[in-house]
């Protein structure tokens, strides 16, 4: 069992995807999580197979805090607690009677994190806002090629912002062990999601700046016999290169450097995508992999949950309830995988 974090105690305000991700990361890390909902309860329960996956492991109190005994009580297990998080908009959580002062006031050692679409500063700080709105300022949402945006699956700045902040957060625990200092912590979604999306239009290769915007041809999504789809993610290795073109039967093109590949992008991806139109989805990937290529099928989420690699590792796991759940991702040497666990029915530890 994963207890890096045993004897962590983590108090969490958060509500929907953002501050609830962060704090499930934690408790895999074996930190013992509560969560503090309002009357309602979260609003992430009205997606239940998201809910459980976010807050399995925790246990839950009701508290409304726009109540004066609601916000004695949740600073009352603010005083024992290791770690705060919240989730709010920019000066909720202090109207609210639970920010950082409040909190430091009566724990002095806290450390408290606040998970925020545009950060505690800024023009945008008051700004509404969700995952698709931060995706869009970061410049996440325009392709490589240039081509229309598309909507993404998975909620990126939300889980960005989740990562970064227990990240921080461990950071800071581990400086507080050797000052004793708590810390607050500032983290936006859209500058995780800026982070992650960097200044890619031009670069240089081989000493000379070329737009790579559409410019590496065997980087992308190509269609196969039947309307299924593979991912080719051949960047500058002029080796992953040459094992694309063998299994592919284009030999004339095989020796080209990165720099002429870029010049001659739109030509090559032609090509490609022509070949692999030849090939049904898995046999080609197998090939592609055979040929040391660096290639994976384009799946759907309930594809995934099928993958035999993903379910050998256990990272696509059954619960003794019988559904379907994703694992923890974080694997230690000699520690089990955290097995799985139910999220917390709401108020169900109410007089803790």
């Known amino acids: 069992m994963v207890d890096i974090l045993a004897g962590i105690r983590v108090l969490d305000f958060g509500v929907w ?8 990361l934690l408790a895999d890390l074996g ?28 246990r839950s109190v009701v508290i409304d805090l726009k109540q004066p005994d609601g916000r004695a009580h949740a600073l009352r297990l603010a005083t024992e607690a290791d770690v705060v998080v919240e989730g709010f908009r920019p000066g909720v959580a202090a109207r609210l009677g639970v920010g950082y002062d409040h909190v430091r006031a009566v724990n002095a050692s806290v450390v408290y994190c606040s998970v925020s679409g545009y950060g505690q500063t800024g023009q945008l700080a008051d700004a509404p806002g969700h995952d698709l709105n931060y995706q869009a300022l970061a410049g996440a ?23 970064f902040a227990a990240l921080s957060i461990c950071a800071a625990l581990v400086k507080r ?17 800026a982070s992650w999306t960097g200044p890619f239009p031009r670069t240089r ?3 000379v700046a070329k737009s790579i915007r559409g410019g590496i041809p065997s980087y992308g999504i190509f269609e196969t016999e039947g309307g299924q789809r593979i991912t080719i993610a051949v960047v500058a290795e002029d080796h992953f290169w040459r094992g694309l073109c063998d299994a592919l039967g284009l030999a004339a093109v095989r020796d080209l450097t990165l720099s002429e590949r870029i010049d001659r992008g739109a030509e090559l991806r032609a090509a490609i995508a ?5 090939y049904r ?72």
């Open 17 to 24: 995807r953002p501050a609830p991700y962060a704090t499930a």
């Open 31 to 58: 930190a013992a999580v509560l969560k503090v909902e309002p009357p309602r309860g979260d609003p992430m329960r009205e997606f239940p197979d998201l809910f459980e996956m976010l807050n399995a492991g925790k």
């Open 141 to 163: 949402l325009v392709p490589r090629d240039g081509s229309d945006p598309v909507e993404p699956g998975p909620a990126y700045g939300d889980i960005a912002g989740g990562m």
């Open 177 to 193: 062990g050797t000052t004793g200092a708590g810390a607050y912590v500032d983290v936006a979604m859209a500058d995780a999601m």
């Open 205 to 207: 290769v081989a000493g």
């Open 274 to 278: 022509a070949a692999v139109a030849r």
């Open 281 to 352: 989805r898995d046999d080609l990937v197998e090939r592609l992999l055979d040929a040391n290529v660096p290639a994976a099928p384009l799946l759907t989420p309930d594809e995934m949950l099928e993958h035999p690699s993903l379910v050998e590792r256990g990272t696509v796991t059954t619960t003794p309830w019988g559904t379907r759940m994703i694992a923890s991702p974080i694997r230690f040497a000699g520690k089990d995988p955290k097995a799985p666990s139910r999220a917390p029915a709401l108020g169900e530890h109410d007089g803790f």
